[in-house]
């Protein structure tokens, strides 16, 4: 490896001690008969410091003309100085020049130069440069890593299920076709189906992550087409019980990156807060009342809540809440309706003040009343045989959810879009890079 060290790991008290770093020519400033070149790696800055007397005028030459953003190698001597940033500068006795960046550059990655969205989609691999959109996508890992770990421990299993499938999961609509040899084929909408005939397979609590496919023509800033979600599935579990499982799950992943993620949070200039536990409860019905007392809302119950009566829900709570006991008929079929009131069901959205995170329910596992749903919701049952085989030998009662992973990213770094944190994201009119 062309690195002994990274620059967050170098310090003052290194003095005398040889290094190698390895980045991009963040900077080059010239003064003359002393130049110093930034290099920026995935950690931080460093500065070398290019004195001709001591490199000689063949190699000050060579270093000084170096053009931003080149992918440079130094190896050097460490040297506490007050004077520099870090409290050390390098002093280099080699400088290599790995590859050279042409000019102009597409964009700007030292900062001083804000642009568009588009712009920088459009050049990603140089955006991400920036640390400010590294530190996001580094959080985002770090939520992962939180997530698999808490399943782990809880014994959820990681699985995968294809993301190539011949039905609709969430109902007729919304799916990407695809030719698949001779036949016709979609990708995936959701996990949903297969998570839970695992239920049926005795596998008893499964978590996947994975992307997800939406043939959505929505041009917002929390929609996106391919998106990666975190669904969970557990047997002989109700709907109360996943919720738990969510809030900690959640909760959980707030409190491991604001341990261990000091430094992006740090570049992002933020302080993280680790939601409280127990999130709020509120039913459906309450908040259409609420909605309608305090802001004058006019929607009609067994509508879905619009984006005006969320937004002021989301201020008013100001937190995490789950809103609860949704109308049978908005809900997917899969979702359980209450026995002794069937009109509501138990299914249920996790809330951040800014929008939806996650949806789930305690599931149907009765094999007749899962047909009779189907049908209900216009749907052929015949389309689903491969999924309610399942439900005739034996299938425990189960529940889980679905939580979209860049919105989680996005709500707790205060992301203004959702393509903010996605590396490559996928919308209406974007499928480059
Ligand atoms: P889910 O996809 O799980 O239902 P969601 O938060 O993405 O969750 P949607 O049902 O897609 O929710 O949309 C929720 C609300 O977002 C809708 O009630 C609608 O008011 C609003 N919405 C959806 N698409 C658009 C759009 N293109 N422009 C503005 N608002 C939109
Ligand atoms: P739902 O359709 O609500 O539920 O999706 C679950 C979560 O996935 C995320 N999500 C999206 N994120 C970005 N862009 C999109 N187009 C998009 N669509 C969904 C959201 C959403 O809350 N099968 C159920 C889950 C379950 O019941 O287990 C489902 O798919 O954060």
Partial sequence: ILRTH???QISADMDGKEVMLAGFAHEIRDLG????????????????????????KDVFKMARSISRESVVMVRGNVKAEAKAPRGYEILPTEIQVLSAAQVPLPLDPTEKVECELDTRLDSRFMDIRRPCVLA???IESAVLCSLRDYFHKKGIVEVFTPKIVAAATEGGTDLFPISYFEKEAFLNQSPQLY?????????DRVYEIGPIFRAEEHDTRRHLNEAISIDLEVSFADDKDVMEILEEAVAGAYSYVADNCRRQLEVLNMELEVPRLPFKRI????????????????MQWGDDLDTETERFLGESIGEHYFLIDWPS???????????????????????HPRMELASGAQRVHDYSLLVERIKEKGLDPDGFEFYLRAFRYGMPPHAGWGLGLSRLVMTMLNLENIRDAVIFPRDRRRLVP
Avoid at 33 to 56: N, P, S, Y
Avoid at 283 to 298: D, F, H, P, Q, S
Avoid at 343 to 348: S, V, Y
């Fill in 33 to 56: 008969g002393i130049a110093f070149l930034v290099l920026r790696d995935r950690e931080g800055m460093a500065q070398i410091t290019l004195v001709k007397k001591l490199l000689g």
């Fill in 6 to 8: 990274y620059s967050g």
């Fill in 195 to 203: 998570k839970q005939m695992l239920m049926g397979a005795g596998m």
């Fill in 283 to 298: 039913t459906y019905t309450r908040a259409l009342e609420l909605a309608e007392e305090k802001a004058g809302a006019r």
């Fill in 136 to 138: 996001a996508f580094e």
């Fill in 329 to 351: 008929s908005i809900k997917p079929y899969y979702t359980l309706p209450y026995e002794d009131k069937p009109e509501i069901c138990r299914g249920f959205d996790l809330m």
